[in-house]
């Protein structure tokens, strides 16, 4: 029961890795707001939590779009007080370098994977402050220390959601808010079944992405969910502006 009375905000917890985390953080005692896009997966995380006897409950919300984080946010806020956590994790990935993807291509992601998260704590912050501090979890990528080949917009923009941890860490210590990102490696998700499913040769693309990581496997989310407890809890009480990898040690080499 690590976070026993605290409350949550989780975006993109309809599935894969914001879904393990929602599921792991009710389980620690944690009332979860599960904010998705997808309404059916967002729908189906909370009453996978509710049916476990936690507490939870979904909101419908692009994160690309302020009006619907502000009103996530406000809802959360209105239902239970107090905010102590939230979770940016909504994103997705593109193939291309920075010739073949389209400039709508790098805008959507960027307005997903990099202003979702500046929305977030925009909308976040001043209530964190105002109810005497709080923690802000961003989930970065191994991708936002060392380069991947046909992945562009995708690299930038997990460089930019570290690079904003770091300011925001600095900006908000004060305010005992602490912003740190999960430098999560290659892992088994929907996002992933996706990828396999489309590639025309999804065995040697699995063999290139498990060889990158030195246990030579993918991870699974609950092992980025587990890195994501920890800097929600008070156990991390002394860790603000890090980027704490779980990448099954890929970016050691
Ligand atoms: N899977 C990996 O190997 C991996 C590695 C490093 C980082 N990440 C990052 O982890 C996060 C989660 O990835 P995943 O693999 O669990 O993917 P996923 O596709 O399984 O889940 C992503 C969820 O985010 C939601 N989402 C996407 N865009 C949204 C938006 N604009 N507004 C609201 N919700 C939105 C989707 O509906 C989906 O439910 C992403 O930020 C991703 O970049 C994933």
């Known amino acids: 029961?690590?976070?026993?009375?605290?409350?949550?905000?989780?975006?993109?917890?309809?599935?894969?890795?914001?879904?393990?985390?929602?599921?792991?953080?009710?389980h620690e005692g944690a009332w979860v707001c599960i904010a998705d896009?997808?309404?059916t997966d967002g729908s189906r995380t909370a009453a996978e939590i509710v049916a476990a006897g936690g507490k939870a409950f979904a909101a419908t919300v692009d994160v690309s779009k302020f009006n619907d984080v502000a009103e996530m946010v406000r809802l959360a806020n209105a239902t239970w007080g107090r905010i102590d956590i939230l979770v940016n994790n909504a994103g997705y990935g593109i193939a291309g370098n920075v010739v073949d993807t389209s400039e709508a291509d790098w805008n959507a992601l960027m307005a997903t994977n990099v202003n979702g998260v500046f929305f977030g704590c925009k909308a976040v912050i001043p209530i964190m402050a105002a109810q005497g501090g709080g923690s802000i979890i961003n989930t970065a990528s191994a991708?936002?220390?060392?380069?991947?080949?046909?992945?562009?917009?995708?690299v930038a923009s997990k460089g930019a959601v570290a690079a904003l941890t770091r300011a925001m860490a600095l900006d908000h210590a004060d305010q005992k808010i602490r912003v740190n990102c999960v430098g999560a490696g290659t892992v088994e998700s929907p996002y992933y079944d996706r990828l396999f499913a489309a590639s025309s040769d999804p065995d040697k693309l699995r063999a290139h992405l498990e060889q990158r990581q030195l246990f030579n496997r993918l991870g699974r989310p609950e092992e980025i969910a587990a890195a994501m407890l920890f800097l929600a809890s008070d156990e991390s009480s002394f860790c603000t502006g890090s980027t704490l990898f779980a990448d099954g040690g890929w970016t050691a080499r």
Do not use: H, P, Q, W
């Not at 879904?19 to 009710?26: G, K, Q």
């Not at 991708?143 to 995708?154: E, F, L, P």
């Open 143 to 154: 991708v936002s220390v060392v380069g991947i080949y046909d992945r562009a917009a995708y």
């Open 1 to 26: 029961m690590r976070l026993m009375n605290k409350t949550a905000i989780i975006t993109g917890g309809g599935s894969g890795i914001g879904r393990a985390a929602a599921l792991l953080f009710a």
């Open 37 to 39: 896009r997808n309404e």
